[in-house]
């Protein structure tokens, strides 16, 4: 199973910009989708940005469009996300996924089909 690490996490302020990259220990193109997902404290985990590597297609939850850009570097094996005008309801643990089962799509959870990486913790203060 494909192993993931985050990393580019940490403290900003809001209108402030951080980008999160995530290592893949397997070819990137193993898997049928790539993306990142976030979970605020005392909140579900959810979708923030994905990104289906056979076609390219990218999904952005409502919250984020327009500010967030993910993107594969297959050279490199990573996949990054580009967070711009950060705002405080950002804040939360970021999480790297790749869903393997053919047919997934966001922003559902890729359940046991899916690998995680151990999470970058963002912080954004007002």
């Known amino acids: 199973q494909v192993q993931l690490v985050e990393s580019g996490g940490g403290s900003v302020q809001a209108g402030e910009s951080l980008r999160l990259s995530c290592s893949a220990s397997?070819?990137?193109?193993?898997?049928?989708?790539l993306g990142w997902f976030r979970q605020a404290p005392g909140k579900e985990r959810e979708a923030a940005a994905g990104?289906?590597?056979?076609?390219?297609?990218?999904y952005y939850d409502d919250s984020v469009k327009g500010r967030f850009t993910i993107s594969i570097d297959y050279s490199k094996n990573t996949v990054d996300l580009q967070m711009n005008n950060l705002k405080p309801e950002d804040t939360g643990m970021y999480y790297c996924?790749?869903?393997?089962?053919?047919?997934?799509?966001?922003?559902?959870?890729?359940?046991?089909?899916?690998?995680w990486g151990q999470g970058t913790q963002v912080t954004v203060s007002s």
């Open positions: 996924v790749a869903a393997t089962a053919s047919g997934y799509t966001f922003p559902d959870l890729p359940g046991r089909m899916g690998a």
């Open positions: 397997k070819f990137t193109r193993s898997a049928f989708a």
């Open positions: 990104i289906y590597t056979g076609g390219g297609q990218t």
